[in-house]
């Protein structure tokens, strides 16, 4: 197993890759509800954020039976939609198929979702909640049916990181027109390789044969095309994830001053759930910058501070998230007061 | 993208298999609560059948980020699992971790499992069912109260394939105490290929450094030593999935008469839920034959039948299908039949 410089034609870009790759069939019929959506927010003058959540597949067969998979349960964006939801947000939330998602994360992925506390009652029989469940189940039922009241949730869903290319692209073009108002939170994990539709089986892929090789080209690095042409004036934030902790920092940073957006959040797959830090561009010293450098009473990591960045780290006491604390509710609010800033700064402009 | 034959060391038998790659850290809890189980249902005389479900993943780093997965879902599992439960088995339920599951299957995997069918109720609130969804609810969570009641369901999980082939292995030990009692329906989609230990990147795989190679070796042929070694009474059932349709009986026929089983049951991957061929070897031409080769309105394949084995199709009317109709119902009604034969032989014998 290995990587290798060696290409055939040279790697995708963002523009060869959607002139050569299909586009899903429901993109029209998706984009054609998020414009209706968009429209009810922004006639309420809300903010929108885009929440992407999830891993993407790759699939090696065109009857699809074997595919590339990245690890994601979904947990970083539904908890996070929940809380964007809280602040005053309309969510945009595009996820893989069947990964968490917001209010129902609560209950699914354990081994009964539901049905070990409802309890069949009487002869006449009704069904109920047992009762040590049943405050928990009602503020989550409440905060649920209140979104869905309001019309503030949308939800789109992808299996591919083809579907999940063209989806982004097409949504993100939607959501420019609310201008800064819009944040993009792309807290899905796609995948870095893909295998353009001319390489793909076109059956399964047939055992008894010997072993199986497989090669994949990188997936066009799309960020670049977003902050410059899809979506200009949003407040976008990406995520890097990373198992070697040494690379956290300089991959998260080299993300930033590649793509020129507004914050990269870095995380440990192994840390994930009580540490990220969040990496974005030094701004000149004002008192601004200074609480932004303090903000959630993180401390900027001098030692691996750059000229053009900083480091502002968020931590949790580890018994704070066994006791149900959520790291995601203190990155919403730090990313809430900056974009924010971001919005009021135009208008200083 | 390709197969190759060259293999560095030769292809892993099952017996090398096992000699190098790791154990799963929770095989011996397993086990014991697999023991457990087996002799409660011992004590009730009752037949236990082993079903295993959805995809196994194979991991590309020893830090999991990346893997290759099956399509799978688990439908064809949990759907049998239930109907086995009902014509009184016991069951070992051995599942992909998230994969659908009995009784929470009619809510799973749907937007929101259940917080849509659910009510908010007065001012002193209570939570009640939607009324149009109480009747199916209430049959479902009758039916999963009274098994867990029973005791006659146990749960066990798997997520990569070398979790799956030990765990598989170690049960399949366990259950051969059952002797023809035992029944192994093996449904679970696992990887003809997968990545050696000492093949695996230790952290994530980086981008950015051209495209990606992966090598994989050939996943060993484990029903080979559990017929013959580790359940050499069970009566034994696994599936063959294709999207070839030409590839199916072939391929089903092939495996039939390579592990010596007792049947083969082809499904086609767009067919699947409407359409299935069961594929066993021919009987001499007793009544009871004559019966087998005739069971649930299925015709012989004549065209495609072989000296040694019988071709018998399962087909259901689309409109049936859409009314609800399932066909695992019939696929467990024909193997409860066969399987019950088979245990009668032992006694003539």
Redesign the interface.
């Known amino acids: ?7 055939s034609s040279g ?1 995708f870009s963002a523009e060869s890759y959607f002139a050569t790759q299909p586009p899903p069939p429901t993109l029209e019929h998706d984009i054609d509800g998020v414009r209706a959506f968009l429209s009810r927010q922004a006639g309420k003058g809300r903010k929108v954020v885009l929440v992407t959540s999830g891993g993407t ?1 790759v699939p ?2 065109l ?9 994601s ?1 979904g947990t970083r964006g539904a908890t996070s939609a929940e809380y964007f939801l809280q602040a005053g947000y309309a969510v945009i939330f595009m996820h893989r198929q ?1 990964s968490l ?1 917001p ?2 994360r609560h ?3 354990s ?5 070990d506390f ?1 309890e ?1 009652i009487g002869n006449d ?5 047992t009762p040590s469940k ?1 405050a928990h ?2 503020e ?3 905060a ?2 209140s979104v869905q009241n309001e019309g503030i949730l949308h ?1 789109l869903t992808f299996v591919t990181v083809n579907d999940y290319l063209w989806l982004l692209r097409a949504v993100s073009q939607e959501l420019s027109t609310m201008k800064r108002k819009a944040l993009y939170y792309l807290a899905a ?1 796609v ?3 893909f ?1 353009p539709r001319r ?3 076109e ?17 066009p690095k799309i960020l670049k095309p977003m902050v410059e042409e899809w979506s200009r004036d949003g407040y976008i934030v990406s995520f890097k ?4 902790q040494t ?1 956290l920092i300089p991959k998260a940073r080299a993300a930033l001053e590649r793509y020129g957006h507004q914050v990269v959040i870095g995380n440990d ?2 840390r994930r759930k009580f540490e990220v830090v969040f990496i974005s561009r030094k701004l000149p010293a004002t008192p601004n910058a200074e609480g932004d450098r303090k903000a959630a009473g993180g401390e900027p990591d001098s030692g691996q501070a750059s000229s053009t960045s900083v480091a502002t780290w968020l931590r949790l006491d580890p018994q704070a998230v066994e006791q149900g604390k959520e790291i995601e509710e203190d990155i919403v609010a730090e990313l809430v007061k900056r974009h924010q800033r971001w919005i009021e700064e135009e208008s200083e402009i």
Chains 1, 2 share one sequence.
């Open positions: 197993m290995s990587t290798t410089t060696s290409t790697p597949t090696l067969e009857n699809v039976v074997r595919f590339l998979d990245n690890f349960a069947f998602q209010f129902s209950y699914s992925h081994t009964n979702p539901f049905l409802l069949i029989p009704t069904i109920g909640v049943k189940l009602l989550i039922l409440s649920y049916k939800t994990a995948s870095d390789f295998l390489k793909m089986f059956h399964k892929i047939q055992s008894g044969k010997g072993n199986l090789s497989i090669e994949m080209d990188q997936v994830l990373e198992t070697d690379l797959l192994n």
